[in-house]
């Protein structure tokens, strides 16, 4: 479907204009040595579409409106100074600000989620990417975009944040004939 080769397409407009800000999640890409700690994390989903039956005909092609997740996730490390937290001659009033410390976590990862969201939002309207990559005007949208709030697990606070992109395609139809599989698929599992 063309949807799908679009899916793509928004995947490499964001990789080649990522500057080290962030990483393209995907699996044609390899994993990227930095983690998610020092650059969040993008991934891009086909999410719904649907067929415009006014604007199609009736034999192909037919038009596409597809809805895109453009998927951020960013983490920081709680830093707390855990040698005051340990020294037993320590007062309450000093473990109260280590521990207050671990909060600037939460503020860290907020930021670069609304970076990021300011980074790809900039990226995908720009005039010039209003094809997307691909060789039409794919009439692309950002509708809205949410995040969640800062969630610790430990030593980690991740935040996420989803950009719906809206964009249109026409696809046609093949007409191409499948070939049946081979008959069962044998696995052998090692007692």
């Not at 809205?144 to 950009?163: C, L, Q, Y």
Request: proline share 4%; net charge negative.
């Amino acid at each position: 479907m063309e949807a799908f080769k679009l899916k793509l397409a928004i995947e490499d407009l964001l990789e080649k204009h990522a500057a080290g800000r962030y990483a393209v999640i995907s699996p044609r890409r390899k994993s990227e040595a930095v983690g998610i700690f020092d650059c969040p994390q993008v991934q891009v989903f086909y999410s719904s579409g649907d067929i415009d039956k006014s604007k199609s005909s009736i034999n192909s092609p037919y038009h596409h409106n597809c809805s895109f997740d453009i998927y951020i996730r960013a983490a920081a490390k709680v830093k707390v100074n855990t040698k005051i937290l340990e020294d037993p001659a320590a007062t309450d009033a000093q473990r109260a600000e280590a521990l207050a410390a671990g909060d600037n976590a939460s503020v860290a990862v907020d930021k670069k989620t609304d970076e990021m969201i300011d980074v790809i939002f900039d990226i995908i309207m720009r005039p010039e990417h209003r094809n997307l990559g691909m060789d039409y005007n794919t009439d692309r949208w950002i509708p809205n975009w949410k995040k969640t709030n800062p969630e610790s697990m430990g030593a980690i606070v991740m935040e996420s944040a989803t950009i719906t992109l809206t964009a249109q395609c026409v696809e046609e139809v093949s007409g191409e004939t499948g070939i049946p599989a081979a008959a069962g698929v044998e696995t052998e599992i090692d007692a």
